[in-house]
């Protein structure tokens, strides 16, 4: 195993069962070591990247102490899991870094990614104003599930997919078929990851990563199903506002049709979203108050649980609830959250959104991207800020 060593580690057997159930049902995590790898690197991003006294991870259960050992090298059931539906692993939510770094290879690589294609521009393109669009689907009623914890990766996707129905010409008013553009698309960004990866400035969380292990599929379906979506009309690329079905009652009408099939388009709110972030690229740096103003406007509209969630973190953090567990505590007292097939796996539900919108907070600007000393930190005009986005929303 070049590169890699065998640790043994003992885990509780209550995280053990978690991280089987999360493998049998996330596709793109093929065994434990998978899962695990990315959890711990996910955790270490966050502390190395904090101040002089990064924060620590919450380590508080009740579970028994029953240990189960394994290898975290060992593969324990080759299967790969149906399109993920559900939140993030559960065995990942306790711990769970906030700006999340999906299928990173272990560092440092030996050598760099070879790149099967130019890399496409690194930056939001604002789309032909003239672009057909199609009608946006129901404004979703829950959070956006846990995974969809960053935002840059499926903007920049449907900015991509503007530019591909404005180069269909005369047949662009008949979308784009979903399956094949992601393939297009998944392989774009690809090629995006190995290009910005050797820069420190950018951030590349969420890209795939080329693998030279004839594992391409797997990072294909973690950003597809994470940041695009499993299927037409289904994801957070959806889910966000940003395309739509060009027909969303052909799978009423014929129900065999692979939902893979269908076709899209951008819809009118996500060109006027894409206009207004226009060179958005996904620089460490915080973005422009214009693009955060832009960006809040639309969620408050077109995604109001989530907006209404991110508002009830803020307004937490600001009154010194800022603790990670006792933030998740608050929230879900304050907004109630549903469990998820069992009653026993809505705190774990809750942690994963509650860890996936203070990402989001972060990545546009309205948290501090850094705890201090443990505790989440809201920028100073994060209040105001959001009530304005509120209000350019209408509500």
């Known amino acids: 195993m070049d590169g890699s060593r065998i640790l043994k580690v003992a885990l509780p057997t209550h995280l053990v069962d978690r991280v089987d159930a999360a493998v049998d049902r996330l596709d793109g995590y093929p065994d434990r070591a998978t899962l695990i790898r990315d959890a711990v690197e996910n955790l270490l991003a966050e502390l190395e990247a ?19 050992h394994f290898d975290l090298e060992q593969t324990s059931r080759p299967t790969y ?22 299928s990173r290879p272990d560092r440092p690589r030996s050598t ?32 956006t599930w846990g995974m969809h914890n960053r935002d840059w990766p499926t903007l920049w996707a449907a900015s991509r997919l503007g530019q591909e129905v404005a180069e269909a010409g ?31 400035e950018f951030d590349t969380s969420g890209l795939p990563v080329f693998n030279r292990r004839g594992k391409g599929d797997l990072v294909t379906n973690r950003f597809r199903n994470f940041f695009l979506g499993p299927a037409a009309g289904d994801g957070p690329l959806f889910g966000l506002g940003l395309a739509a079905p060009v027909d969303p009652g052909v799978f009423a009408r014929e129900p065999k049709l692979r939902r893979r099939d269908a076709r ?16 958005l690229e996904p620089l460490r740096t915080p973005v422009r108050d214009d693009q955060r103003a832009a960006y809040l406007a639309h969620l408050a509209r077109w995604v109001p649980c989530d907006f209404d969630l991110l508002e009830t973190v803020v307004h937490f953090v600001e009154q010194g609830i800022d603790h990670r567990l006792e933030l998740v505590d608050a929230v879900v007292a304050e907004l109630g959250f549903p469990p998820r097939a069992e009653t026993g796996k809505m705190r774990t539900w809750s942690e994963t959104v509650v860890a996936g919108i203070i990402a989001r907070g972060r990545e546009w600007n309205v948290m501090e991207r850094h705890q201090v000393e443990r505790r989440y930190r809201n920028v100073p005009d994060a209040g105001a800020v959001l009530a304005q986005a509120r209000a350019a929303a209408g509500r």
């Open 112 to 143: 760099p990614p070879i790149p099967s294609g130019p890399a496409p521009a690194a930056r939001i393109q604002a789309p032909d104003p003239d672009l057909p669009t199609a009608p946006a689907g129901p404004i979703p009623t829950e959070v």
């Open 264 to 279: 899209i388009l951008p819809t009118a709110a996500g060109v006027e979203l894409l206009t207004a972030l226009d060179g």
């Open 50 to 68: 904090g101040p002089e006294h990064p924060a620590a991870p919450d380590v508080r259960s009740s579970a028994p102490a029953t240990a189960h």
């Open 170 to 200: 005369r047949r662009a008013a008949e979308g784009v078929e979903f399956g094949p553009w992601v393939d297009r698309v998944s392989l774009d960004a690809t090629n995006l990851e190995a290009s910005l990866s050797r820069l420190d």
């Open 81 to 102: 899991a149906r399109a993920a539906a559900a939140p993030l692993a559960e065995a990942m939510a306790s711990s769970l870094p906030e700006v999340l770094r999906l």
